[in-house]
Each structure stands twice: as C-alpha cells, then as structure tokens.
C-alpha cells in the first residue's frame, strides 16, 4: 500500500489523491453526520420537559412586549435560542420536535468540528475528532433537550474554526465569520465569553507577532456586539444563579468524567493518557519553537480545555458559576485533543487501538445515558399535570410554590381544562411577571377563605441533600393542613402535588374575586 506521507512529485497525481482524498472524508463525515442524528433522535421523547426546558417553551411563546422585559430584567442568558424557538414553534410543538432545534445545532457541529480539526491538523485529526464528539454522551444528552446548550457548542466551535482560519489567513470573510459566530455564541451562552478569551491568550501567551492588525480589531468587534451581554451580566451579577454550590473536588471529578462520556473512571484514564502526547506537545519549551506554528496550535486546544475550567473555579469560590452543563462547549476541544495526541502514538496499531478503546467505552456511556438522567434527575412534569387534569373538578384553583414552575405545566395542559392558575397569575394569559417569585403569606392566607379545593405544586423546593424543603414550603403545607378539613399528595420525579379539599368556612369561588398574585422573593431563574 502506497505511503500517504510520501511527497509525490506529479501535479497531476496530487491533485488527483487530494479529490479522492476530499470525496472520501465527505462520505466519512456524512456518516457520522447520519449516525450523529440517528443517536439524538434516538428516545428524544423519552423523557419528560422538565422545570427549564417548560421555562424555555414558554418564553418562546410570550409576545414581543413581554418577551423584551423578561430578557431584559432575567433570562438575557441563551436569548438567541429562545429567540430562535419563538420561530421553530410556529412549525410544531411536540416534545419532539421542540426538541429537533437542538439536535439539529449539535448534528451541524459534527462536520465543522472535522473541519476545525482539518484546518488546525490534517484529515486524520478532523475525522478522529468528529467521530469522538458523534458518540460522546454528554454531549448527546444535551444535544436532547430544549435549551441552548447544543447551539452553544455549535457557535463556539465555528467560533474557533474561523479564528484558526483568521490567524492562518486574516481575510475580510474569515474575520467576519469569526466576529459573527463569537458574537452569537455569546448570545446563546454568556460563557462563550470565556472561549473567546482563550483564543486572545492564545495569541498573547504563545506570542504569535505576526498576527495581522485587522485580526486584532475582531477583539473590539465582538466586544462592542457583545455589549449588551455583557452588562446585563455586571448588571445582575451571580443574582440569578445564587443557588449554585461552591465547587470542590468532587465536582471537578464528576465533571470530568461526564465531559469524557460518563463510562466511569476508565474511560477518563484513557481519554487522559489519549490526550498526554498532545499536551506534552503544548508545553514543551526550547528558544526555536517560541513562535513555533505548530505548537501554537495544541497549545490552543490545552487552554482551551484549561482556562475557562480554572477561571470558574477561581471566581467560584467568591461567586458560585461552576455548573457541569455550562462547559458542555469542552467537548470538542477534548476531541480535538484526543484526536490528535492519537495521531501523534508512534505506532498507528497504537492509534487503531486507542480509538476502538475510546469509541467501545463511549456507548457504554452512551447506553447509561438512555436509560437515566445524566447530570441531575428531571422532573416528570408530564405525569405531574395529567395526575391533576385527570382529578381536578371545576371550581378547583392551583397555585405553583415556584412561579417557573407554571411553565412546563402549561405546556402539557395546553388548551386541556383545568384548575385556575391563581399564583403566579397577573393577566388572563402568561407575561414576564408570572416568570419569578413566589406567593407571599396573605394571599396564601386569603386563598382557602375563596376555593374549597386547592391544588398545590412544589418543585425546586429542596434547601440542600437530606434537608428537606425550604421555610416557605413548609409554611404552605402548615397553613393549608389548618384551613382544609383534607388533603392527599402524590409524589413524581422531582414534584410534589397536593390537594386540598373541604375549606373550613370557604365561600363559592365565584362570589370573590380572583385574587391578585402577589410575589414575596424573587424564584430562580431557569438553569
């Protein structure tokens, strides 16, 4: 068999080899492409929406208005996604197909990723890349639900791609494309920022002098797109994502081994010594490769994995951020790097081997995933609303402990009869309000003096591991047990129902009017 690294002196015959070459790489990626899409779409509707993919459904459905002021005063994280769904809805709205927008973002990344690694390496890299991301777990359980994060991952790769190409060949389309997709990936997640801040240190770092002067303006460009981003997070702060933990160890642990296809610890090892040549590659140090292309390139892939990890979880220790979804956008920088620390083995049986090592333990991980959640058990929001449409009576009023928590509610009650919404409840249909808080004591008094049967829906409601559910659920329960005669709960993944029945002293629902909701304490935002 003829050698492929051999220099081959015919034109001719070169241009030929590269177009088998290409038409060759682009059955490969189509494969993958088909065999990535077959894997998410695979059980998409398995599971239940739960507590954030409802909260992302319902935002896409809110009116421009309101649509505005809650992007604006909450949930400005990931707003190109919800603006995004707001069209994808108007197509269907089965789980399924809710769902398909995500699947889509993470099936395209498959191809820009072999591109990535193509234009960083070679083929070979490109290939090996994409093939590691097509069966990654992590990213396939993500690549399901109805949030931004596979969108995420797609825009930060071509964000990466187009940088590469910039430094390589700083043309107007490539600084565009590169502007345009950092930009946007912001949009989808605020932690696109720290990416883009890798890139920039990797030309600082690894002092590329000879990047162009227009490269450099890309950094003003995304900077002044990303504004408004930018000061919605100095304006609110760790507000919104105040419930958090402090990361330690463990969690780093756990993060890892998710990132790496959640196959348990063996998988990591490999992944880890897969990994090693490239790294060796990165920091390896002599006075003439300073400025060594080629270096700069795994270089690259190492503070892409590293900085973002480390700066999280320096600010963490002040500011709790550290959430394992959050750097889902590690994935195809740690593909990437295994791909090409294999190609650099020097044996390619050694290579052969580690990829079948990495691809056989990758669908272990894979087939975990079908059969539970990955990073955090969901709610069954789906059992939980036809447990109440299918008891509720007319008359009957329910109140969410969580306002968010109406959202993935209404999403399966559609346009089903049911029990009247009285908190969160500001106008006949949903607006920005009814999106945070929580009822406060005097409406929660006033509520059985009006309805004869309550129904009450508590999620989110748990103040840590084995401590139970917070002040205010505990208040709910003690006030309601007082007021009603009765009551019976139901228990579901992650949401508890309860109904009460018999008001001592309640008057007929319809000689009261409904009363307003009023919010005690700003609820978290959706995660």
């Given at each position: 068999m003829a050698n492929p690294d051999a220099v081959i002196e015919n034109p001719a015959q070169e241009t030929q080899i590269l177009r088998q070459q290409d038409v060759i790489d682009g059955v490969a990626v189509a494969i993958l492409t088909v065999i990535?899409?077959?894997?998410?779409?695979l059980h998409i509707s398995k599971k239940s929406f739960w507590f954030d993919e409802g909260v992302s459904v319902a935002i896409a459905r809110l009116d421009w208005y309101n649509l505005a002021r809650l992007l604006w005063r909450r949930e400005a994280n990931m707003s190109l996604y919800y603006l995004l769904l707001k069209g994808w809805l108007h197509l269907g709205h089965s789980e399924a197909f809710i769902r398909a927008l995500s699947v889509l973002a993470a099936v395209a990344t498959i191809p820009a990723l072999y591109c990535l690694g193509r234009q960083l390496f070679d083929r070979r890299v490109g290939l090996i890349a994409a093939t590691l991301l097509t069966v990654n777990a992590f990213h396939i359980a993500y690549s399901q639900e109805?949030?931004?994060?596979?969108?995420?991952?797609?825009?930060?790769?071509?964000?990466?791609?187009?940088?590469?190409?910039?430094?390589?060949?700083?043309?107007?389309?490539?600084?565009?494309?590169h502007i345009a997709a950092s930009a946007l990936a912001v949009y989808a997640h605020f932690f696109a920022v720290l990416l883009i801040v890798t890139e920039w240190l990797s030309l600082k770092l690894y002092e590329r002098r000879n990047t162009s002067q227009p490269l450099r303006r890309n950094w003003r460009w995304i900077a002044g797109l990303s504004a408004p981003i930018l000061i919605f997070v100095a304006v609110t702060g760790a507000g919104p994502l105040a419930w958090i933990p402090r990361p330690g160890l463990h969690d780093l642990y756990r993060l890892l081994l998710w990132l790496t296809g959640d196959a348990g610890w063996i998988l990591l090892l490999i992944y880890a010594l897969i990994c090693l040549p490239a790294w060796m590659a990165a920091i390896q140090r002599s006075p003439a490769q300073a400025t060594d292309s080629n270096r700069w390139k795994y270089s690259l892939l190492l503070?892409?994995?590293?900085f973002p990890l480390a700066f999280i979880i320096l600010v963490s220790q002040l500011r709790p951020l550290f959430l394992d979804r959050y750097f889902l956008f590690l994935t195809p920088g740690l593909a990437l790097t295994a791909a090409a620390g294999l190609v650099r083995l020097p044996s390619k049986w050694l290579t052969a081997l580690g990829l079948a090592l990495l691809f056989v333990f990758s669908f272990c991980g894979l087939d975990s995933y079908y059969a539970r959640d990955y990073d955090l058990e969901h709610e069954d929001w789906r059992s939980a609303t036809?447990?109440?449409?299918?008891?509720?009576?007319?008359?009957?009023?329910?109140?969410?402990?969580?306002?968010?928590?109406?959202?993935?509610?209404?999403?399966?009650?559609?346009?089903?009869?049911?029990?009247l919404v009285i908190f969160p409840r500001h106008e006949e249909s949903i607006t920005f309000r009814d999106f945070y808080g929580h009822p406060d004591?005097?409406?929660?008094?006033?509520?059985?003096?009006?309805?004869?049967r309550i129904w009450v829906v508590f999620s989110h409601n748990q103040v840590g591991l084995g401590l139970g559910p917070d002040a205010l659920s505990k208040r709910i329960l003690q006030m309601f047990a007082t007021s009603y005669a009765q009551s019976q709960a139901q228990s579901f993944a992650g949401v508890e129902v309860y109904l009460y029945s018999e008001s001592r002293g309640a008057a007929s629902h319809n000689s009261l009017p409904i009363p307003p909701s009023p919010a005690s304490s700003s609820a978290p935002v959706s995660r």
């Open positions: 990535a899409g077959a894997l998410r779409f109805a949030r931004s994060y596979a969108l995420f991952v797609l825009l930060s790769t071509l964000s990466v791609l187009y940088f590469v190409r910039s430094v390589q060949d700083p043309s107007p389309h490539n600084r565009r494309m503070l892409w994995l590293v036809r447990y109440v449409l299918d008891r509720a009576q007319p008359g009957d009023a329910i109140i969410f402990h969580t306002g968010m928590g109406r959202m993935p509610y209404e999403y399966y009650r559609w346009d089903a009869p049911g029990p004591e005097a409406f929660l008094g006033a509520a059985p003096l009006r309805y004869s």
